[in-house]
């Protein structure tokens, strides 16, 4: 029962690099959703889904895109990477607001 | 967009104390939510709260939805070493479906043995 599994765990990029994470989830879950954790900040909404085929903007979309062409994964592109977007990610999982499920996180480091 | 303030941002305390932390938010919120996170590790579900008034336990941690729909708090009793991490609140605004859900500062707890 591996839950929310998100690959890579750590990356070290080049500003103007570009890289996808990838989320995958075996529990059904219509829900997805990518946050970014800061020190300090919380967690922060980037995108999210509401099913196969569908996505929405959350609290801080710019410069990411997302993509949930499969039910089960969920995409979290970086077209061209920034030292801002330096920080943790975070996928998550739901079928309803009966609370989240995480991944342990991808570290990603823009230099 | 709406924010949850918790408190309080850190807290060190002796192994065996009661801790208590909580989150408040200007708006009405329909669900509030408890998370843990261990060091390199996503947060996890502790405890979530569904209905105004509602008291809920798990274990050693007692939390409640506050009466206004305003605020939530948690208690964690007799602590123990397991029990370092950060605790997120989390919350549902009212009127806005599951992905509105909305997330506090943290709680970093460091106990001392």
């Known amino acids: 029962n591996a839950g929310v599994t998100q690959t890579p765990k750590f990356r070290v990029l080049k500003t103007g690099q570009s890289m996808t994470l990838l989320c995958a989830q075996d529990m059904n879950h219509e829900y997805m959703y990518w946050y970014r954790q800061d020190p300090g900040m919380g967690l922060r909404l980037i995108h999210y889904?509401?099913?196969?085929?569908?996505?929405a903007k959350g609290e801080v979309p710019d410069g990411y895109n997302v993509s949930r062409l499969k039910k089960q994964n969920f995409l979290l592109g970086l077209e061209s990477a920034a030292p801002s977007q330096t920080s943790v990610y975070f996928c998550a999982s739901s079928w309803s607001n009966y609370g989240y499920t995480f991944g342990s996180g991808t570290r990603l480091t823009v230099v | 967009g709406q924010q949850l303030n918790q408190s309080p941002q850190s807290m060190f305390i002796q192994e065996g104390e009661d801790v208590s932390m909580n989150c408040t938010s200007s708006s009405i919120f329909n669900t509030w939510l408890w998370y843990k996170q261990d060091p390199g590790e996503g947060p996890v579900l502790l405890i979530a709260?569904?209905?105004?008034?509602e008291l809920t336990s798990n274990g050693r941690l007692t939390a409640q939805f506050g009466i206004t729909r305003k605020d939530s708090f948690l208690n964690i009793s007799a602590s123990i070493p397991s029990d370092v991490g950060i605790y997120f609140c989390a919350g549902q605004p009212s009127g806005q479906g599951a992905q509105k859900l909305v997330f506090g500062q943290g709680t970093r707890l460091t106990i001392n043995p």
């Open positions: 889904s509401v099913g196969e085929g569908t996505t």
């Open positions: 709260l569904y209905k105004a008034g």
